[in-house]
């Protein structure tokens, strides 16, 4: 069974600061990794994925995630954050279940970015 | 391609009042899920679906909870006997049927139960 812990519950970090989301997931079998964001008042939508191949992956705004098998992690930096950035971000792991796929999502981050 | 859309957007109903939502997924994907997100929390996996076939359902969820999607298009969960821990914003979320593809979300139901 899988399973996604989000180390920290809470991150203020003041603005142009580097930030590290951490993110650890337990799974038996290959899984596909994910970050989600949701920024206030708005939906989730995908922020990066890790599918396969290099295990650097990047978004557009900035934000780059490492996948580490060893360690079982995927945690989320950006060198240098923006108000804007302020959100909650979720680490999800999806992995083949009976029939289909099933992602699983971790207990979110909640990013604060301090001017 | 209006997105993923449900409906009510907000519901607020008595103690053991029986209420239902509906999600209407992107047309062409196959996977659809619900899931249930409180505040502070991430999205508590619910159920999905496989075209019209409901693959997996949590084992945290009572048998009040039930959910249908009868021809592979929109599905409807509903919750029989609400309790106030039911209160919750409950997320719908379809996906094309390829394990890396992203989940695209609804705006949710906000379930208040008095």
């Known amino acids: 069974a899988q399973s996604v812990t989000q180390l920290d519950s809470q991150v203020p970090v003041f603005e142009e600061a580097p930030v590290e989301l951490r993110c650890n997931y337990s799974s038996s079998v290959s899984v596909y990794l994910f970050w989600y964001v949701q920024y206030p008042n708005q939906g989730l939508q995908l922020l990066l994925k890790y599918l396969s191949g290099s295990t650097l992956v990047e978004s557009i705004n900035g934000f780059e995630a490492e996948f580490n098998k060893s360690q079982t992690s995927f945690h989320l930096r950006k060198p240098s954050v923006h108000i804007s950035d302020t959100a909650e971000y979720f680490c999800?792991?999806?992995?083949?279940?009976?029939?289909?796929?099933?992602?699983?999502f971790g207990a979110g981050t909640r990013l604060f970015v301090k001017a | 391609d209006t997105g993923v859309s449900q409906d009510p957007r907000h519901k607020i109903t008595k103690r053991g009042q029986n209420v239902t939502f509906r999600c209407d997924p992107i047309?062409?994907?196959?996977?659809l899920y619900w899931y249930r997100q409180t505040l502070g929390q991430g999205p508590e996996f619910l159920t999905y679906?496989?075209?019209?076939?409901?693959?997996?359902k949590s084992r945290l969820l009572s048998d009040r909870f039930s959910a249908e999607r009868p021809k592979g298009s929109f599905s409807t969960l509903e919750i029989q006997r609400t309790e106030q821990g039911d209160s919750a914003m409950y997320l719908c979320a379809s996906s094309p049927d390829r394990p890396n593809e992203k989940l695209f979300f609804g705006s949710g139901t906000q379930l208040s139960v008095l």
């Open positions: 047309s062409e994907h196959n996977r």
């Open positions: 999800a792991v999806s992995e083949r279940e009976t029939g289909g796929f099933k992602t699983i």
């Open positions: 679906f496989q075209n019209e076939a409901q693959l997996e």
